[in-house]
T-cell receptor, first 111, second 113 residues
Framework: SQKIEQNSEALNIQEGKTATLTCNYT??????LQWYRQDPGRGPVFLLLIRENEKEKRKERLKVTFDTTLKQSLFHITASQPADSATYLC??????????FGTGTRLQVFP | DVKVTQSSRYLVKRTGEKVFLECVQD?????MFWYRQDPGLGLRLIYF???????EKGDIPEGYSVSREKKERFSLILESASTNQTSMYLC???FGRGRAEAFFGQGTRLTVV
């Protein structure tokens, strides 16, 4: 079956460290993969999109990698801050634009 | 700014009622989505629409139907609400044609009693 897996356990890290979140998928061959941030009680907000022919993408303190051989994307937040605490979701469109999400990983950055 | 507006923030309905959740987007997006979000299960796609009157089933369409008569509006219908449909419902839209980022509404927390 097709699956998108993210670590369901919360990730707790200290302020200033790099947070790394993982997204693994099976039985898909997506043309791109996306990452979103969701705060409690709110809808997800788009952060980054990486295409299958891109190995890495950066936006300010965020970095995403995409390995289509391993079927994995890594999402990094460098110099993390307490304001980065949120749930982070990966998403992909297996075909057309129908967007499927992983379960999300909750990140907690403590001072 | 893109705006996706859901008609209600909170809704309480009785078992067996017909429930309409409305979603409107103001950016002429081709695609619209309905998801439900439950603890531990993430966002699950109920239905996807890629054009007016066009729809595709998502992963959990049972017990739901949708309507898209106008490009900007996408309605989710619970024909006969049941308690297991108590959830957070999120609507989203995207431009499509390679511009894939989705914009979400604020969500509707539906409680079926």
């Amino acid at each position: 079956s097709q699956k998108i897996e993210q670590n369901s356990e919360a990730l707790n890290i200290q302020e200033g460290k790099t947070a790394t979140l993982t997204c693994n998928y099976t039985n898909y061959s997506p043309a791109y993969l996306q990452w979103y941030r969701q705060d409690p009680g709110r809808g997800p907000v788009f952060l980054l999109l990486i295409r299958e022919n891109e190995k890495e993408k950066r936006k300010e303190r965020l970095k995403v990698t995409f390995d289509t051989t391993l079927k994995q994307s890594l999402f990094h937040i460098t110099a993390s801050q307490p304001a980065d605490s949120a749930t982070y979701l990966c998403a992909l469109a297996p075909n057309t634009d129908k967007l499927i999400f992983g379960t999300g990983t909750r990140l907690q950055v403590f001072p | 700014d893109v705006k996706v507006t859901q008609s209600s923030r909170y809704l309480v309905k009785r078992t067996g009622e017909k429930v309409f959740l409305e979603c409107v987007q103001d950016m002429d997006h081709e695609n619209m989505f309905w998801y439900r979000q439950d603890p531990g299960l993430g966002l699950r796609l109920i239905y996807f629409s890629y054009d007016v009157k066009m729809k595709e089933k998502g992963d959990i369409p049972e017990g739901y139907s949708v309507s898209r008569e106008k490009k900007e509006r996408f309605s989710l219908i619970l024909e006969s609400a049941s308690t297991n449909q108590t959830s957070m419902y999120l609507c989203a839209s995207s431009f499509g044609r390679g511009r894939a980022e989705a914009f979400f509404g604020q969500g509707t927390r539906l409680t079926v009693v």
